[in-house]
């Protein structure tokens, strides 16, 4: 596994409210836009996913739970779920909010695995990928494997906390397989991608303006890395589906993260991240495909809204350009193996 270091700045972790899909979701389902969300439920609830009873009867998740881990539907234990981890940011979850965070990716990874299926029962995508998004500082770096401190952690089982808040580490294997999981509702998908786009382009705003070397380079590896995984989840979920329902996903997909976009451009000194992830956003265009160099290029194609937004004569280098499209399409190529294995 390759360690590289983070660039010697202050740790990116907002304390901004992430930039969610759930508003928009409900938004879109009232107005009847898309196909809805129960079209991914039923195409989901046919025999190919996990119960929640099987979810339910894990030693892990009756541990955390107690007799709330007997409940008596899907959404009874989606909600036992969230509650047991429930906070805002980094700086505010708790410790027991993260062990429990560890506890369900872990449960269910297991789970799925024993199963050797695919996904989970529809009811529990969008919570779990709301719980998710909630740790998206955390998740990106187990995704992109590039800090050591979260490598030595993994054996651990444990979080641990620093000046910067709470952490959570998992096998990378783990987070995959329910990320894979939960994507099969691209709802629950768009809700983990808007969280990382918008994380990484927190990462861009916060390297120094004169970072060079590693401290420029580092973010934007991590970035790529991250994306792409999430690349290759998307292209596992949409190969298994018949064309027309591909279709449709990507449609969903795409629908969602170009509804977060704001009415209008914030500016770079007032919200530097808001801005660089808002340029990217506008580029979605309804047909856009989760193939699309869009979102396959999309850790290097950040880079000019970013270099733009600092107005201080500032280009990123091609050579950066170059190392992100490389590094997403590596990390996506990886994942994709490794998602054939699962």
Request: charged fraction near 25%; aromatic fraction near 4%; include cysteine.
């Amino acid at each position: 596994m390759t360690t590289q270091p983070h660039a010697p700045t202050a740790n990116p972790r907002s304390s901004r409210p992430r930039r969610a899909v759930a508003l928009a979701i409900g938004i879109l389902v009232l107005a009847g836009g898309g196909t809805g969300i129960w079209l991914w439920q039923h195409n989901a609830g046919n025999g190919e996913a996990v119960e929640c009873s099987a979810l339910a009867r894990n030693a892990k998740i009756e541990d955390l739970l107690g007799s709330a881990s007997q409940a008596p539907s899907c959404d009874a234990l989606a909600r036992a779920l969230k509650r047991a981890v429930k906070g805002g940011t980094a700086e505010d979850h708790s410790v027991a909010q993260a062990q429990a965070v560890i506890d369900i990716l872990q449960a269910t990874s297991d789970v799925l695995e024993e199963s050797g299926k695919k996904s989970l029962d529809a009811s529990l995508h969008l919570p779990m990928a709301e719980m998710i998004a909630d740790y998206t500082p955390e998740t990106h770096e187990i995704l992109a494997q590039l800090d050591a401190e979260y490598v030595t952690h993994i054996s651990d089982g444990k979080p641990w906390r620093d000046e910067s808040g709470v952490h959570i580490a998992v096998d990378h294997e783990v987070l995959v397989r329910v990320l894979r999981a939960l994507s099969q509702t691209p709802e629950a998908y768009a809700e983990v991608r808007a969280a990382e786009g918008h994380y990484a382009a927190e990462n861009l705003a916060s390297i120094s303006p004169t970072a060079d070397g590693a401290a420029l380079s580092a973010r934007p590896a991590g970035n790529a890395r991250a994306l792409g995984v999430l690349d290759a989840i998307a292209e596992d979920v949409t190969s298994a589906l018949h064309e027309d329902e591909a279709v449709e996903w990507d449609k969903r997909m795409v629908q969602l993260l170009r509804s977060t976009s704001p009415a209008g451009v914030p500016s770079y000194a007032s919200d530097a991240a808001g801005y660089i992830d808002t340029m990217w956003t506008r580029t979605l265009m309804p047909t856009t495909r989760n193939g699309d160099k869009t979102f396959r290029e999309q850790s290097s194609r950040i880079l000019d809204p970013w270099g733009k937004g600092r107005g201080d004569g500032f280009k990123p280098p091609s050579g950066l350009k170059e190392d992100c499209v490389n590094g997403q399409f590596a990390a996506y190529e990886e994942t994709k193996r490794a998602l054939g294995d699962l």
